[in-house]
């Protein structure tokens, strides 16, 4: 299966995810590793709201959500929602139907901090104009840390299942599907391209729209503390592979002369398990890249996403 794997370092800073509130206190997602530190963490459904929010303002539908019965799920029908057929979905308590679920295509992890982060408390207090009534005092944990954002896209995004769909689905479909046989199975794929009235069905133009978003554009978080509410990226490294190889355990980053930099020695390690796979590394700061003779690279500018782009949907569909 031909797989795309992205390792994005990212900045963030505030509660842009907050866990919850414990009185007046408003927590920020953490967990803490066995040798006692604090990792703080933005969650892998947020990034996904976050895009899906985007996605939508580029003229791609989302999935309603409902609640037949106690759980609140989607549609379930990835041929008319862009969302239900990137991130998947489960369809378990549909009355007169039998369960039904599509496995993403699109998975991600979050924004996960690769080192221990010092966690503070910004206080605040709502006020009433008139000073009428007492002030209502707030806190809020915030923390400004380094992330790591790992994607892995595979090659069935617009490719569904016969048992990911209804016949209802497929007769309903504004667009044709294409019935295909394989490994025993029957499979319906979007068609690869369409009329601009008609994109939000197309593959190549659900994927490009994605990678536009993740990659160039970014997404807006829900919520803002104490910085602004985008992430700031430093780098994304990127592999484009028919095996599944840990790219993600070889993506860090080291503060050299005060500047967040690659860490091109660690990642040179990865070179052993390559196998003629491409290996891409989008600098966001333009700052220079350390090379190793164990590891090659295409080093993309930020004016260039545009033909990385290009060639991650000729490689992947």
């Keep these: 299966?031909?797989?795309?794997?992205?390792?994005?370092?990212?900045?963030?800073?505030?509660?842009?995810?907050?866990n919850g509130t414990v009185g007046a206190l408003t927590e920020i997602k953490k967990f803490f590793t066995t040798d006692g530190e604090t990792r703080v963490f933005v969650s892998g459904r947020c990034v996904k709201y976050c895009i899906k929010q985007r996605l939508e303002e580029k003229g791609f539908k989302l999935s309603p959500l409902e609640r037949p019965r106690r759980v609140v799920i989607s549609k379930g029908n990835p041929v008319l929602y862009i969302d239900d057929d990137l991130f998947g979905f489960m369809m378990a308590e549909v009355p007169g139907e039998a369960a039904r679920k599509r496995f993403a295509p699109i998975k991600t992890d979050g924004i996960v901090s690769l080192r221990h982060c010092e966690i503070t408390r910004d206080f605040g207090g709502r006020f009433d104009p008139e000073g009428v009534q007492d002030p209502s005092p707030f806190e809020?944990?915030?923390?400004?840390?380094?992330?790591q954002n790992n994607w892995i896209l595979t090659e069935n995004i617009g490719k569904f299942e016969d048992k990911e769909?209804?016949?209802?689905?497929?007769q309903n479909s504004p667009v044709e599907?294409?019935?295909?046989?394989?490994?025993?199975?029957?499979?319906?794929?979007?068609?690869?391209?369409?009329?601009?009235?008609?994109?939000?069905?197309?593959?190549?133009?659900?994927l490009k729209a994605f990678l536009e978003v993740l990659l160039k554009e970014r997404y807006t978080f829900p919520r803002s503390a104490t910085g602004l509410h985008q992430p700031h990226y430093y780098y994304a490294v990127i592999l484009q592979t028919e095996r599944f190889l840990p790219l993600f355990a070889y993506v860090d980053y080291e503060i050299k002369d005060s500047k967040v930099m690659l860490n091109m020695q660690k990642l040179a390690k990865l070179a052993g398990l390559l196998n003629n796979e491409k290996l891409t590394i989008i600098n966001f700061e333009d700052i220079p890249i350390q090379t190793f003779s164990e590891v090659t690279f295409e080093e993309v500018s930020i004016n260039l996403i545009d033909n990385?782009?290009?060639?991650?949907?000729?490689?992947?569909l």
């Design 140 to 147: 809020v944990e915030v923390a400004d840390f380094i992330g």
């Design 177 to 206: 599907l294409i019935e295909k046989e394989e490994n025993g199975s029957k499979f319906y794929y979007l068609p690869d391209e369409l009329p601009e009235d008609k994109k939000e069905y197309s593959r190549r133009k659900r």
């Design 1 to 18: 299966m031909k797989r795309v794997l992205i390792s994005i370092l990212a900045r963030v800073k505030g509660n842009v995810n907050a």
């Design 165 to 170: 769909i209804t016949q209802e689905i497929i």
């Design 308 to 316: 990385l782009i290009a060639e991650i949907l000729n490689f992947l």
